[in-house]
């Protein structure tokens, strides 16, 4: 979370973002605090001590000694609540408990047919969500604060309204939000899942500082893009913010998209349209890891077409890279999975962009693969709620 200020900088009405700090592990002592800040060692003292007579922030362990007594390390208290999260998805749903650390406490995955409709799926997947929840409540992890629910297709901002899916037929105007909160009687966020797994790349091991600017791909059954700006999560105006799915490959064959037009990405490189080319080919295959596992073994029609998929990729992707000059480009989805995908897209980056483009870019897959949306579920929602006026000191 970014540091706010407000008031005269230099003065006593100055308030400062501590939890944020703690957090992102920016500072993680009264010490570093005063120092990142530049308030007084006393106002942050004071500052701290409501933080943790509220239960929010905790002192555990010993810092590093610089000459004098060893500083108490500063932690938000894991246990002071939970935030349950629902990444739905075409082929495979997950589903996660997370802690107020944003450490994720338990995860399950199933397949839920989202063709059967917004009531039916989402009461399902709540009433899955909501015994996970019950389970962590009786370790003593609190209680349950707000949920977060990624879907496998654009969110207006301004709503929270899931808009034209290609993938969720029945879906168009669905609010999430309320069929669930209406379950669970929590304050809920809802985000494309490609969002959500961009930002779950910002936990446990990537260091926002270092790449405070990010593209987050998901190429699976269909396409998706997330950016992170500054380290945190750019949706845009509307929230369509890095859609890629509907951008012309250029030379690319008519084919039909669901948008109307003619040879979108999604409809030439996504697993559903590889998959849908391997059988017009003859081949009998019916998903994505069975294309790839064939790759592996060789096999020249799966090898060419998911190499084709990766060229058709990098080539879109070539043009975000040379227009927002990221630190790193992300690839997820099962297509990450492929070594064929991930090189052709890398090589079409490095031919297409100019070196200045690419000369310090990190092309790297997915860290999180099972559960990024899950943990980047989590990190939104506790965003969210370390913003409202309780966490304030």
């Not at 929840?133 to 604060?145: K, P």
């Not at 654009?154 to 209406?182: H, K, L």
């Not at 190429?219 to 998706?224: E, F, L, M, Y």
Request: charged share 20%; with cysteine; aromatic share 4%.
């Amino acid at each position: 979370m970014a540091e706010r200020l407000s008031g005269n900088a230099a003065g006593p009405s100055r308030t400062v973002d501590l939890i944020g700090l703690i957090r992102t592990g920016r500072a993680g002592s009264r010490a570093e605090l005063a120092k990142a800040t530049g308030l007084s060692p006393s106002t942050v003292a004071t500052r701290i001590d409501a933080l943790i007579a509220r239960g929010h922030v905790a002192e555990v362990g010993e810092g590093e000694s610089r000459g004098g007594r060893r500083p108490r390390r500063l932690e938000i208290r894991a246990d002071a609540g939970l935030v349950g999260c629902i990444d739905l998805g075409v082929d495979r749903t997950s589903f996660g408990v997370a802690d107020f650390a944003g450490n994720l406490l338990a995860e399950h995955h199933a397949a839920l047919d989202l063709a059967a409709g917004p009531e039916i799926i989402l009461t399902s997947a709540t009433a899955r969500l909501k015994d996970m929840v019950e389970q962590a409540e009786a370790t003593g992890s609190g209680r349950l604060r707000g949920v977060s629910v990624g879907v496998p297709g654009p969110v207006s901002s301004a709503d929270s309204r899931i808009v034209a899916p290609s993938r969720m037929p029945g879906w168009n105007g669905t609010n999430a939000a309320e069929i669930i909160q209406r379950e669970l009687g929590v304050p809920v966020i809802v985000n494309n899942d490609a969002n959500l797994m961009a930002a779950g790349e910002l936990l446990n091991g990537t260091d926002p500082v270092t790449y405070p600017h990010q593209i987050f791909v998901k190429a699976g059954t269909g396409i998706g893009c997330g950016i992170i700006a500054g380290g945190e999560l750019y949706k845009g105006s509307n929230g369509w913010a890095g859609d890629i799915s509907h951008a012309a490959v250029q030379g690319a064959p008519a084919v039909p998209c669901s948008c109307g037009r003619t040879g979108c990405l999604d409809v030439l490189a996504s697993g559903t349209a590889l998959v849908r080319e391997m059988q017009l080919q003859g081949h009998d295959v019916q998903t994505v890891e069975a294309m790839i596992d064939l790759a592996r073994d060789a096999h020249p029609a799966a090898t060419g077409l998911l190499r084709g998929a990766g060229v058709m990729t990098g080539g879109v992707l070539a043009t975000s890279i040379n227009f927002f000059n990221p630190n790193r480009l992300v690839l997820g989805g099962v297509l990450a999975g492929s070594a064929v995908f991930v090189a052709a897209v890398r090589s079409t980056l490095y031919s297409d962009c100019p070196p200045m483009a690419t000369a310090e870019l990190v092309v790297e897959v997915a860290r999180h693969p099972q559960t990024g949306g899950l943990r980047g579920a989590a990190r939104l929602m506790l965003d969210d709620i370390f913003s409202g006026e309780e966490f304030r000191a």
